[in-house]
């Protein structure tokens, strides 16, 4: 295992390019399965997610090959893959390979989609609280599939003539949910109406995927998505949108060193609320042709905000702990509310230990500012939590060492060399003490 060292009290500066969205290419990957011809993704990150869940791809029958590194267009990382399942293997996804990440229950919808049948272990990931499936489930049962849970396994069968067209309602938005039913319906018979649909980027750079391989689907970026189903897809090739997250934590990693970045591929409307707040706290944040440029002015105090994090277009559950990171060095005290997943302030025991001040009430995290943070040894204990700490270590004093790393890797391409890039003090070190914990 390795960790991170991080020296802060350095202002960052300079140009950071922002990799392909990590919740996208995933999704993206999952439906290459609908057709028998080969799809080519381009920008996508190289990430330990994409590398999981193309192993559980290859288990199925894809066929894989990396064409190279991303193009100049799409800046100087990502890369261009091909996906080609000419005949699925089997319609059985393992919970060996399953387990290791929950975006692996989205082949659900492609495997019943084109198969008819499909098994799919209930799944791992982040330990972020309960994400039922429920209603994954009760999405493709509208589309005539019986659905049951049979020895930890989603067993979902099309009807005698396959799935055909129904009326989706969510109770609540959900993205997986939504993505699932998109890849089941494009195959199925008639039409299909989605009503409060996920209205993500990702969802639309799904859709647009789809859209390139054949499908027919009108009223993406809305709540309302109607498909008309068809006989077949075929090839395409499509590249990955920029992830909004990583943008989000690049703008918190100006506005926390009293920092100014350009930050390409970049997009405002894709994390406008994010942006709200932020520039509320005093950053100066515009959209420029090719990315976002973000300045703090040196010497500004930060200001204290209050935030929700609520489905998109409101501010994403992803960005809370970096947001958070931002308000434990900020003038005043904020409010920050989670209502997506009951769980996710992880981190708050980890930055208190660099000194910051929060409180939990239930939901809530209560965070009064401190004048400054001290460098400790953190733990990270999930994806978003650990990108917290490594932009609390930004700015304390001294050395931050943030282990459990693997949990970034998931999500960040070339977290240090970008970083380093633009100025901070940060390294990756074997991590002794992290590997004998590994083993006990």
């Known amino acids: 295992m390795d960790k991170i060292l991080i020296r802060g009290g350095k202002r960052l500066s300079g140009t950071v390019h922002i990799s392909g969205a990590k919740n996208s290419a995933l999704k993206l990957m999952c439906a290459t399965l609908l057709t028998d011809e080969p799809v080519t993704l381009q920008n996508v990150p190289d990430l330990t997610d994409v590398r999981t869940l193309s192993n559980l791809l290859a288990d199925l029958g894809t066929k894989i090959t990396l064409d190279g590194d991303a193009s100049a267009s799409q800046g100087p990382y990502g890369q261009v893959i091909t996906f080609h399942t000419p005949t699925l293997a089997k319609p059985h996804a393992d919970y060996e390979l399953v387990r290791q990440m929950r975006a692996s229950v989205n082949t659900l919808g492609p495997l019943l989609g084109r198969n008819g049948y499909a098994e799919v272990s209930l799944p791992g990931g982040c330990a972020i609280g309960a994400r039922p499936l429920d209603l994954h489930m009760m999405a493709i049962e509208k589309l005539g599939a019986t659905v049951t849970i049979e020895n930890g396994y989603i067993i979902a069968r099309a009807p005698e ?57 009108e009223g993406l970026g809305t709540d309302t998505i109607r498909i008309q189903g068809v006989e077949k897809l075929h090839g395409a090739t499509h590249a990955t949108v920029s992830d909004r997250i990583e943008t989000g934590t690049y703008i918190i990693a100006a506005a926390i060193t009293g920092g100014e970045l350009d930050i390409k591929g970049g997009n405002v409307e894709h994390i406008r609320a994010f942006v709200d707040k932020v520039r509320e706290a005093g950053a100066e944040i515009e959209q420029t042709k090719d990315g976002i440029h973000v300045n703090m002015p040196q010497g500004k105090k930060i200001k204290a905000v209050d935030a929700i994090t609520e489905p998109f277009p409101g501010l994403a559950t992803d960005l809370q702990s970096p947001l958070m990171a931002l308000m434990c060095v900020s003038d005043g005290a904020s409010m920050i509310t989670e209502t997506i997943y009951e769980n996710r302030f992880m981190h708050v025991p980890e930055l208190a230990r660099m000194g910051a001040n929060i409180t939990i009430q239930g939901n809530t995290a209560v965070t009064r500012g401190v004048q400054k943070l001290n460098g400790a040894k953190v733990m990270a204990t999930d994806l978003r939590a650990s990108i917290s700490l490594i932009l609390a270590g930004l700015v304390a004093e001294g050395e931050t ?40």
């Open 161 to 217: 003539g396959g799935l055909h067209g129904g009326e989706i309602v969510f109770p609540k938005v959900t993205n997986g949910g939504t993505e699932n039913a998109l890849c089941a319906a494009v195959l199925a018979k008639g039409e299909t109406i989605i009503s409060n649909a996920a209205r993500e980027p990702e969802i639309k750079d799904l859709g647009e995927l789809l859209i390139k391989m054949g499908a027919k689907i």
């Open 401 to 440: 060492s943030v282990s459990r790393i693997y949990h970034l890797d998931r999500g960040y391409e070339r977290l240090e060399e970008k970083f380093r890039l633009i100025g901070a003090d940060i390294e990756r070190v074997s991590d002794d003490s992290g590997a004998a914990d590994a083993a006990e």
